[in-house]
């Protein structure tokens, strides 16, 4: 079945600094690829995705990049703010199948 | 709109007890999902409902039951639980299938002792 690796599993970077998060899946019929974000005690909310015809999307301090062919997708995150701490989990969903999986997730940590 | 919401927040039960956790969402969206969180484990869908009256089984559905006889509720059911359910429980919804935006509720923390 579908596996979906993300690491690091906890990441500290310098308030300011990027921060990347990647993660690698097995199923080549995986094609869609959100991120969610989930706060401290709080609900996990999206805050990007990508769709596996398209190689990168952004959205102001954060884009996705996807690599179809060595099936891994990854999460950059510029000039790291404390708000972005948090953890992050990354999913690949094949839509024929309605199925998903979620990464075990990356704990960041933005440090001041 | 008070978008996705669940009931209870909290619970702790016996082994062998039942429960039912209810998910209820405002938005009008077709499909509606289970999942557990477990530390280190990201998290795992349990069930999911792609419309009114329809379950389907995701990656862990053993010892769970659902059902979606409105549109707008979705029930998780154990009927004996065990100490590996202790988890937290999240329910969400989506209005355009599995690919689109996941909407997720507050949580269920739930203890089996």
């Known amino acids: 079945g579908e596996n979906v690796e993300q690491h690091p599993s906890t990441l500290s970077v310098q308030e300011g600094d990027s921060a990347v998060i990647k993660c690698t899946y097995s199923?080549?019929?995986?094609?869609?690829f959100p991120w969610y974000k989930q706060e401290l005690g709080k609900r996990p909310q999206l805050i990007i995705d990508?769709?596996?015809?398209?190689g990168e999307k952004k959205d102001q301090r954060i884009a996705v990049t996807l690599n179809k062919t060595a099936k891994h997708f990854s999460l950059h995150i510029t000039e790291t703010q404390p708000e972005d701490s948090a953890v992050y989990f990354c999913?690949?969903?094949?839509?024929?199948?309605?199925?998903?999986?979620f990464g075990k997730g990356t704990r960041l940590h933005i440090l001041p | 709109n008070a978008g996705v919401t669940q009931t209870p927040k909290f619970r702790v039960l016996k082994t062998g007890q039942s429960m039912t956790l209810l998910c209820a969402q405002d938005?009008?969206?077709?499909?509606m999902y289970w999942y557990r969180q477990d530390p280190g484990m990201g998290l795992r869908l349990i069930h999911y409902?792609?419309?009114?009256?329809?379950?389907a089984k995701g990656e862990v559905p053993d010892g769970y039951n659902v059902s979606r006889l409105k549109k707008q509720n979705f029930l998780l059911g154990l009927e004996s639980a065990a100490p590996s359910q202790t988890s937290v429980y999240f329910c969400?919804?989506?209005?355009?299938?599995?690919?689109?935006?996941?909407?997720f509720g507050p949580g269920t923390r739930l203890t089996v002792t």
């Open positions: 969400a919804s989506s209005y355009s299938g599995i690919r689109g935006e996941q909407y």
């Open positions: 199923d080549s019929a995986s094609n869609y």
């Open positions: 990508i769709r596996s015809n398209v």
């Open positions: 999913a690949a969903i094949t839509v024929r199948d309605d199925k998903i999986i």
């Open positions: 938005m009008n969206h077709e499909y």
């Open positions: 409902s792609v419309g009114e009256g329809t379950t």
